[in-house]
């Protein structure tokens, strides 16, 4: 396969991870020591590990969620990549009457590993959201 493929499976990986609540999955789309910042949602950035446990538990309250990842754009350089993806998110929050949806890019850092892509560095902007929980 080629560089691209790979690395837009492993997007999608991403997202079957975070929509199945598959934490162990969602940690094998990054390095030991990643960071990750989704900081325009309102989440300090952390390590893998911390942002894995977050979910495990933010999560459980979310009924669904269904990611879609698009224009995903890697300029690859050697065994690295600085990749841009858009998202959109339609979601089910708790509590919230009407579905919840928001979008906008996903920053990568690839890396190439002896298991393939993996993202060092994955920061989230979160261009709009509609029907946010507390928004008026």
């Known amino acids: 396969m080629s560089d691209e493929a790979d690395i837009a499976r492993l997007l999608y990986r991403y997202a079957r991870a975070v929509d199945t609540k598959d934490w162990d999955l969602y940690r094998s789309v990054f390095t030991d020591d990643a960071v990750i910042d989704y900081s325009s949602a309102g989440i300090p950035p952390g390590s893998r590990d911390e942002i894995a446990e977050l979910f495990s538990s ?46 906008g890019y996903y920053f990568h850092q690839l890396v190439r590993t002896a298991d393939g892509w993996r993202s060092r560095h994955l920061r989230e902007d979160n261009v709009w959201f509609i029907n946010r929980p507390g928004a008026d």
């Open 58 to 103: 933010a999560f459980t309250a979310i009924p669904w969620s269904m990611h879609y990842i698009t224009n995903i754009e890697a300029d690859i350089s050697g065994d690295t990549a600085e990749v841009r993806a858009m998202f959109y998110n339609p979601i089910q929050l708790p509590g919230m009457a009407e579905q919840s949806s928001c979008g």
